[in-house]
């Protein structure tokens, strides 16, 4: 008997945006098989120019119409800045593309329900480049969860702060909260209730550079979240409290970013309090760069006519969910409400 190795068809894919993450994800889509790199796009001609050095076979243009109009470019990733997703996006579907693209997925809600019933209408797969949840320790927090390891979880506290980088088209929340609110999504399978936020504008960007966001959640979780373009150190760290144990993750740690605290609170009948000390365990996670992750479901998504892990509703419901804390923010941190 003679055996017959059939391939799989190759995948061509686009990359629109070369800056700050577009290298990243053309080295990690470089690495898959099965995937073509067909072009590279930026409006910048010096990065232009330096590609075919790394990627002789790679095609580069300054124009986006070059990708819409190859028939054989199957699909694009956009990582250009957040207010250009909505168009690009749509300009894609409409060319019969696929598409993932970069946080938020778009600015506003109504462009989210559009690119939704986009690819359900032109029947391609919408994704969201929601990082985090491509990484082994936040996996690990959702099955921790999942097991009833830390009981039932009533609160997550959250600082994500660096020095920059400053954006001049979107605000801190837009740029840092939608990881808070994407692995909140992720860990529990809910919208907030109700978002409040409170920040400060800084006046040369006229954009909201520092927030402090509470959003309560039904069954009375409550997730409060420090955002910050104006501090002397970078911090990824969650707190996530349950009535057995507690955990916190950091991701800033090189290789021990989550730590089991078997520590809890009890209130007796007569409201006296008891605290339970316990030991400290830390779980092995595997090894993979997030991006890798990425890609590699945008692909499967593809190949298999199967929902992403961050498809369009996961993004639209972040979108919703940074909307809510611009909004409160600019009102003087009244509470508004998820629907």
């Given amino acids: 008997m003679k ?5 799989p068809d190759m995948i061509n894919i686009a990359v629109i945006g070369y800056g700050y993450w577009g290298p990243n994800i053309v080295r990690n889509l470089a690495l898959l098989s099965g995937v073509r790199i067909s072009w590279i796009c930026d409006m910048n001609p010096k990065v232009l120019a330096d590609i075919p050095r790394q990627y002789p076979t790679i095609k580069t243009t300054k124009n986006t119409d070059d990708i819409f109009n190859d028939k054989k470019t199957d699909a694009v990733i956009i990582a250009t800045p957040p207010k250009t997703h909505f168009s690009l996006a749509k300009a894609a579907f409409d060319a019969g593309k696929h598409v993932l693209v970069e946080k938020p997925m778009t600015t506003t809600s109504i462009e989210a329900k559009t690119l939704i019933k986009l690819a359900h209408t032109k029947k391609k797969t919408l994704m969201v480049d929601h990082t985090f949840l491509y990484t082994p320790a936040v996996r690990k927090l959702k099955e921790i969860i999942a097991h009833g390891t830390l009981g039932r979880v009533f609160y997550v506290d959250s600082v994500r702060t660096n020095l920059g980088l400053f954006q001049k088209d979107s605000n801190v929340v837009e740029d840092l909260a939608v990881h808070d609110f994407s692995i909140m999504d992720y860990l529990f399978s809910g919208k907030p209730i109700s978002i409040a936020a409170t920040g400060m504008n800084h006046q040369d960007l006229k954009q909201e550079t520092v927030a402090y966001i509470t959003a309560h959640y039904p069954t009375d979780l409550f997730l409060h979240c420090h955002v910050s373009w104006l501090s002397p ?94 909004k409160s923010l600019r009102s003087g941190g009244k509470a508004i409400k998820v629907s």
């Fill in 233 to 326: 150190i970078k911090i990824r760290r969650m707190i996530i409290v349950g009535t057995k144990k507690m955990v916190v993750y950091d991701d800033m740690e090189p290789s021990e970013k989550i730590r089991i605290y078997d520590k809890s609170v009890t209130v007796t009948h007569d409201l006296r309090m008891g605290y339970r000390s316990g030991a400290v365990i830390i779980p092995k996670l595997g090894v993979q760069e997030a991006l890798s992750g990425v890609v590699s479901e945008f692909v499967r998504a593809i190949r298999t006519n199967k929902p992403p892990l961050t498809g369009g509703t996961q993004g639209a419901l972040v979108v919703h969910c940074v909307e809510a804390a611009t």
């Fill in 3 to 7: 055996w017959c190795i059939v391939w």
